[in-house]
T-cell receptor, first 113, second 112 residues
Framework: AQSVTQPDIHITVSEGASLELRCNYS??????LFWYVQSPGQGLQLLLK??????LVQGIKGFEAEFKRSQSSFNLRKPSVHWSDAAEYFC???????????FGRGTSLIVHP | KAGVTQTPRYLIKTRGQQVTLSCSPI?????VSWYQQTPGQGLQFLFE???????NKGNFPGRFSGRQFSNSRSEMNVSTLELGDSALYLC???????????FGEGSRLTVL
């Protein structure tokens, strides 16, 4: 069975600082990997996805993530955080033929001015 | 292309009542999933429908049910509401079997 671990429940950064949110997954084959963002009271929005190919993927809002098979990780990064990035971030893993991804518990990002 | 639409956005019910939530997926998407989100339990999968058939079901009591219509629109129903059912209910649609989901803004249910 698949599983996703987001080890950080909360992350606090200063505006303008760099950001890295961690995600580790457990899955036997090559996974499909996703990062979603949720602003307060809203639904989830897809930030980026990895299906195959280049292990560094670019997403919306200046985010990127790197797939590292050897570490079973798919960490999300942003070089300079904006106050509007404060939100909940979810990592998810899917598999071919399944419409039901497995979500991590989420990481809440707090941005200090 | 219109996104996933959920109605109503907010609703307040009392214990023992029932509620029906509606979801219109993105045009062409045949898979619709429902999730419950609470601060304590996070994002929990309720069920998934594809072409009017429930294909997957999460670990929720029978009070939670759903259906999907021929136009892919979906409804979920919660009967005999309990205080613990207060949550944000999210609907998501999908076109590909790889786990990429498109979410609606959710229906915020408060049970008093």
């Amino acid at each position: 069975a698949q599983s996703v671990t987001q080890p950080d429940i909360h992350i606090t950064v200063s505006e303008g600082a760099s950001l890295e949110l961690r995600c580790n997954y457990s899955y036997g084959a090559t996974p499909y990997l996703f990062w979603y963002v949720q602003s307060p009271g809203q639904g989830l929005q897809l930030l980026l996805k990895y299906f195959s190919g280049d292990t560094l993927v670019q997403g919306i809002k200046g985010f990127e993530a790197e797939f590292k098979r050897s570490q079973s990780s798919f960490n999300l990064r942003k070089p300079s955080v904006h106050w509007s990035d404060a939100a909940e971030y979810f990592c998810a893993v899917g598999e071919s033929g399944s419409y039901i991804p497995t979500f991590g518990r989420g990481t809440s990002l707090i941005v200090h001015p | 292309k219109a996104g996933v639409t959920q109605t109503p956005r907010y609703l307040i019910k009392t214990r023992g009542q029932q509620v029906t939530l509606s979801c219109s997926p993105i045009s062409g998407h045949r898979s619709v999933s429902w999730y419950q989100q609470t601060p304590g339990q996070g994002l929990q999968f309720l069920f998934e429908y594809f072409s009017e058939t429930q294909r997957n079901k999460g670990n929720f009591p029978g009070r939670f049910s759903g259906r999907q219509f021929s136009n892919s629109r979906s409804e979920m129903n919660v009967s005999t509401l309990e205080l613990g059912d207060s949550a944000l209910y999210l609907c998501a649609s999908s076109a590909q079997g790889q786990g990429e989901l498109f979410f609606g803004e959710g229906s915020r249910l408060t049970v008093l």
